[in-house]
């Protein structure tokens, strides 16, 4: 840690020199501007209110319309490598990939339990895993709140949140195409259009994408590629505006997938197993380099999905009091299969399905009294879950049992779950002066939640039928306080105490009913922070350090109770983090920009242990230190036309992919390096791009899924990064 500090504030001081990170201004963007030859002043909307980024005291990373088209953005994969102290586990499928944020992380990928970083579309919850799982096309600001966030936004953001604004309906009409195309057969084509369609009372837009890619890794059983992409996405709003005062607007979406992911490559086999001897005993090949991108299966893995969401956005002026109200349905039906043994064994397949349906509305009033400033409201939100495990036994397995013709029998759970939570919440800024405010908040939260599990085992394969019903509910109120100082205009620090909360619950996937159920857990986050503007706005240097302790953590492992893995979720002791976080931006020359952000984090167990009786050490995904180092270069090519150079080291130290520590699931530091170049109208009319990504082709573990010590898997299995690929894209703006 001292030999990554010492590098660390080296490469700070030189960034405050010569920086500018992914947060710099090359054009006008929607979301805040200034003129080229400065930082570029983003509006945020961290508070419940608009203001500058600068002046929120809130430690946050915000991506503009142009930050998002110009770092070629299309998911949260791409926001977390470019966000300080934000992992995101790319699994490569829908549902099961972990978002972790300053090293807090949630124990499962199931609807049915809750995320530890919260996800929002224009302020609507969505839930984690599949529902949270949305192509980022049309967006106008991705903002990223490290911290709980449990005053304002609430619905457990024990670790902070992600908020996607999208782009609104304009009052003059506008149209935009864009079209992707690269290695692995990549194609990526969408567009939208905006503008009025009743006066200047009615306005709409509509925007939609799809993106396609074949496979990146090669089934050498059943000579084809695999880990293919293939989604469509299509978003609308209608926008009235009903007077000065008065706006409504309403939205919709739909997204469906259907393609071939979850791809493992076999680690390690372990030969005392079942498994390994009956491979070897057919003569069939193992997994010899598990890095070569080929991999074995007896059949295509495939998941499929369909999501929709619509909602209302309502808000108006009553004397000196905003009133608004967000109303939203969001659903989602998902279904996968997938080879859980990874060989050309007709031998052990597996699945999650699940539905779920999430309803939410909040009502909000915020209103200034002189030298207070207040904001208050009521939340309800209503979540219903089934989800569907499943492991289905293959031919092979069940003549080496002695029943072939059960071939294809599943065994697995089903189980229904309800979630009803209710909050109110406020917050008031004592404006003290024009250097110094004072804010005190708080949400009082209850939830209640209620589970319908029924396991079925016809070959006894899980230890057997059983079901099980269980309620039980959860009150919590979660306080945050706040000091803001603005030493000169361009200067401001602040302080902030706050608590998170996530809600306790019940495990929904195969597993005991001796381990249903888990409590809430908790966290106190302690931060100080400094933003500055130096230099005349060319430079922007921003620094947080905080420090987090949370306890009865859900910690999700292996139930020692059955024979086969099917991990739970259980309260296992204690845990702190602590780090320091850097942001510097600049436009030193009218040409060149140069960035640098960074986060140093330690996050480690303080006590507990896996169900299995493993101690616990260190917080999984959690990079002891995260950086972005990037740069571009603009000058004009003619009088209409520029021309752009750029690129950018996206680098990860030491972490381990899971919470026992294994060093099969240690991952050595690394940097990613992307490079781009290109044409581009001086109106921004159109823009073409040549990029690579991942040029030097590093590979790197995003998964380490141990089923070693399962008698009828007896694998390690890993799951790699995306490889070095090339492409170009082309935007044309109307």
Same mark, same amino acid.
């Given at each position: 840690?001292?030999?990554?500090?010492?590098w660390?504030?080296?490469a700070?001081?030189l960034?405050?020199?010569?920086?500018?990170?992914?947060a710099?201004?090359?054009d006008?963007d929607?979301a805040?501007?200034q003129?080229?030859?400065?930082?570029?002043?983003?509006?945020?909307?961290?508070?419940?209110r608009e203001?500058?980024?600068?002046?929120?005291?809130?430690?946050?990373?915000?991506?503009?319309?142009?930050?998002i088209?110009?770092?070629g953005?299309?998911?949260v994969?791409?926001?977390a490598?470019?966000?300080?102290g934000?992992?995101?586990?790319?699994?490569?499928?829908?549902?099961?990939?972990?978002?972790? /944020?300053r090293?807090?992380?949630?124990?499962?990928? $199931?609807?049915? !339990?809750?995320g530890?970083?919260g *996800?929002? &579309?224009?302020? @609507?919850?969505?839930?984690?895993?599949?529902?949270?799982?949305?192509?980022?096309?049309?967006m106008?600001?991705?903002?990223?709140?490290?911290?709980?966030?449990?005053?304002?936004?609430?619905?457990?953001?024990?670790?902070?949140?992600?908020?996607?604004?999208?782009?609104?309906?304009?009052?003059?009409f506008?149209?935009?195409?864009?079209?992707e195309?690269?290695?692995?057969?990549l194609?990526?084509?969408?567009?939208?259009v905006?503008g009025?369609?009743?006066?200047?009372?009615?306005?709409?837009r509509?925007?939609?994408?799809?993106?396609?890619r074949?496979?990146?890794?090669y089934?050498?059983? /059943?000579?084809?590629?695999?880990?293919?992409?293939? $989604?469509?996405? !299509?978003?609308g709003?209608?926008? *009235?505006? &009903?007077?000065? @005062?008065?706006?409504?607007?309403?939205?919709?979406?739909?997204r469906?997938?259907d393609q071939?992911s979850l791809?493992?490559?076999t680690?390690?086999?372990?030969?005392?197993?079942?498994?390994?001897?009956?491979?070897?005993?057919?003569?069939?090949?193992?997994?010899?380099?598990?890095?070569?991108r080929n991999?074995y299966?007896?059949?295509i893995?495939?998941e499929?999905?369909?999501?929709?969401?619509?909602?209302s956005?309502?808000?108006?002026?009553?004397?000196?009091?905003?009133?608004v109200?967000?109303?939203a349905?969001?659903?989602?039906?998902?279904?996968n299969r997938?080879?859980?043994?990874?060989?050309?064994?007709e031998?052990a397949?597996d699945?999650?399905?699940?539905?779920?349906s999430r309803?939410?509305?909040?009502?909000?009033?915020?209103?200034?009294?002189?030298?207070?400033?207040?904001?208050?409201?009521l939340?309800?939100?209503?979540?219903?879950?089934?989800?569907?495990?499943?492991?289905?036994l293959?031919g092979?397995?069940?003549t080496?049992l002695?029943?072939?013709?059960?071939?294809?029998?599943?065994?697995?759970?089903?189980?229904e779950?309800?979630?009803t939570s209710?909050?109110?919440?406020?917050?008031?800024?004592w404006?003290?002066?024009d250097?110094?405010?004072?804010?005190?908040?708080g949400?009082?939260?209850?939830?209640e939640?209620?589970?319908d599990?029924?396991?079925s085992?016809?070959?006894?394969?899980?230890g057997?039928?059983f079901?099980?019903?269980?309620?039980?509910?959860w009150a919590?109120?979660?306080?945050?306080a706040?000091?803001?100082?603005?030493?000169?205009?361009?200067?401001?620090?602040?302080?902030t105490?706050?608590?998170?909360?996530?809600?306790?619950?019940f495990?929904d996937?195969?597993?005991d009913?001796?381990?249903?159920?888990?409590d809430?857990?908790?966290l106190?986050?302690?931060?100080?922070?400094?933003k500055t503007?130096?230099f005349?706005?060319?430079?922007?240097?921003?620094?947080?350090?905080?420090?987090?302790?949370?306890?009865?953590?859900?910690?999700?492992g292996?139930?020692?109770?059955?024979?086969?893995?099917d991990?739970?979720?259980?309260?296992?002791?204690?845990?702190?983090?602590?780090?320091?976080?850097?942001?510097?931006?600049?436009?030193p020359?009218?040409?060149?920009?140069?960035g640098?952000?960074?986060?140093l984090?330690e996050?480690e167990?303080?006590?507990?242990s896996?169900p299995?009786g493993?101690?616990?050490?260190?917080?999984?995904r959690?990079?002891?230190?995260?950086?972005n180092?990037?740069?571009?270069?603009?000058?004009?090519?003619?009088?209409?036309?520029?021309?752009?150079?750029?690129?950018?080291?996206?680098?990860?130290g030491?972490?381990?992919?899971?919470?026992d520590?294994?060093?099969d699931?240690h991952?050595?530091?690394?940097?990613?390096?992307n490079?781009?170049?290109?044409?581009?109208?001086?109106?921004?009319?159109?823009?073409?791009n040549?990029w690579?990504r991942?040029i030097f082709?590093?590979?790197?573990?995003?998964?380490l899924?141990?089923?070693?010590?399962?008698?009828?898997?007896?694998?390690?299995?890993?799951?790699?990064n995306?490889p070095a690929?090339?492409?170009v894209?082309?935007s044309?703006r109307?």
């Amino acid at each position: 840690m001292k030999r990554q500090t010492s590098w660390l504030a080296g490469a700070s001081i030189l960034a405050l020199v010569a920086a500018g990170g992914t947060a710099v201004a090359q054009d006008d963007d929607a979301a805040g501007t200034q003129a080229r030859g400065g930082v570029e002043t983003i509006v945020v909307t961290a508070r419940k209110r608009e203001e500058s980024i600068q002046e929120t005291p809130i430690s946050v990373t915000a991506f503009t319309e142009g930050m998002i088209q110009r770092a070629g953005i299309t998911d949260v994969a791409d926001v977390a490598i470019r966000t300080p102290g934000l992992a995101y586990g790319n699994y490569g499928d829908e549902k099961l990939s972990p978002t972790s /944020l300053r090293g807090v992380i949630g124990g499962s990928g $199931s609807a049915g !339990a809750d995320g530890a970083v919260g *996800f929002y &579309l224009d302020e @609507v919850f969505l839930g984690q895993g599949v529902g949270a799982t949305i192509d980022l096309f049309d967006m106008e600001r991705i903002e990223v709140l490290r911290g709980p966030q449990g005053t304002l936004f609430g619905r457990n953001t024990i670790g902070g949140l992600i908020h996607y604004t999208t782009a609104r309906p304009t009052e003059e009409f506008e149209a935009y195409l864009e079209a992707e195309m690269g290695d692995y057969d990549l194609r990526r084509i969408g567009g939208g259009v905006s503008g009025p369609l009743a006066g200047d009372t009615v306005t709409g837009r509509f925007a939609l994408v799809r993106n396609q890619r074949a496979g990146t890794a090669y089934n050498l059983v /059943l000579d084809e590629e695999v880990n293919s992409e293939d $989604s469509w996405s !299509a978003r609308g709003q209608i926008q *009235f505006d &009903l007077g000065d @005062v008065t706006e409504w607007r309403l939205s919709a979406d739909y997204r469906e997938v259907d393609q071939d992911s979850l791809v493992f490559e076999t680690l390690n086999y372990n030969d005392a197993t079942t498994f390994v001897t009956v491979l070897d005993a057919y003569g069939l090949p193992r997994n010899a380099d598990p890095f070569d991108r080929n991999v074995y299966a007896d059949d295509i893995t495939y998941e499929r999905s369909e999501a929709w969401g619509v909602a209302s956005h309502f808000s108006t002026m009553i004397g000196d009091v905003e009133l608004v109200n967000i109303t939203a349905y969001r659903t989602h039906d998902y279904t996968n299969r997938t080879d859980t043994d990874r060989s050309a064994l007709e031998w052990a397949y597996d699945g999650d399905p699940e539905e779920v349906s999430r309803l939410s509305s909040e009502f909000r009033l915020s209103w200034s009294t002189g030298d207070f400033d207040w904001i208050g409201g009521l939340y309800y939100y209503e979540q219903d879950t089934t989800n569907l495990s499943f492991i289905e036994l293959g031919g092979d397995l069940m003549t080496l049992l002695g029943a072939p013709s059960m071939a294809g029998v599943r065994a697995g759970s089903s189980a229904e779950m309800d979630t009803t939570s209710i909050a109110v919440f406020g917050a008031g800024t004592w404006n003290v002066s024009d250097r110094l405010d004072f804010t005190l908040g708080g949400r009082y939260t209850t939830e209640e939640k209620s589970i319908d599990y029924s396991q079925s085992d016809p070959v006894g394969l899980l230890g057997g039928d059983f079901a099980v019903t269980a309620e039980d509910d959860w009150a919590e109120f979660t306080p945050s306080a706040n000091v803001r100082y603005r030493f000169t205009p361009d200067i401001m620090g602040y302080a902030t105490v706050s608590r998170g909360f996530k809600s306790g619950g019940f495990n929904d996937a195969l597993g005991d009913a001796n381990g249903i159920s888990f409590d809430p857990e908790t966290l106190w986050n302690y931060e100080a922070g400094l933003k500055t503007t130096l230099f005349n706005g060319l430079v922007q240097a921003n620094v947080t350090a905080f420090y987090m302790d949370w306890s009865d953590i859900q910690i999700a492992g292996d139930n020692p109770a059955t024979p086969v893995f099917d991990p739970i979720i259980v309260n296992a002791g204690a845990a702190h983090s602590q780090g320091v976080e850097f942001e510097l931006m600049a436009v030193p020359t009218d040409n060149l920009t140069l960035g640098f952000n960074a986060a140093l984090l330690e996050a480690e167990f303080d006590d507990g242990s896996l169900p299995t009786g493993t101690p616990l050490a260190e917080i999984p995904r959690a990079p002891d230190y995260t950086a972005n180092l990037n740069a571009e270069y603009r000058a004009p090519l003619t009088g209409e036309t520029d021309w752009f150079v750029g690129g950018e080291v996206l680098m990860r130290g030491e972490s381990y992919l899971t919470v026992d520590n294994q060093e099969d699931g240690h991952v050595d530091a690394y940097a990613l390096v992307n490079l781009n170049a290109g044409l581009e109208a001086s109106d921004g009319r159109w823009r073409l791009n040549l990029w690579g990504r991942n040029i030097f082709d590093e590979e790197v573990k995003e998964r380490l899924f141990d089923l070693s010590s399962q008698d009828v898997v007896g694998q390690k299995f890993i799951v790699l990064n995306d490889p070095a690929t090339v492409g170009v894209s082309l935007s044309l703006r109307y």
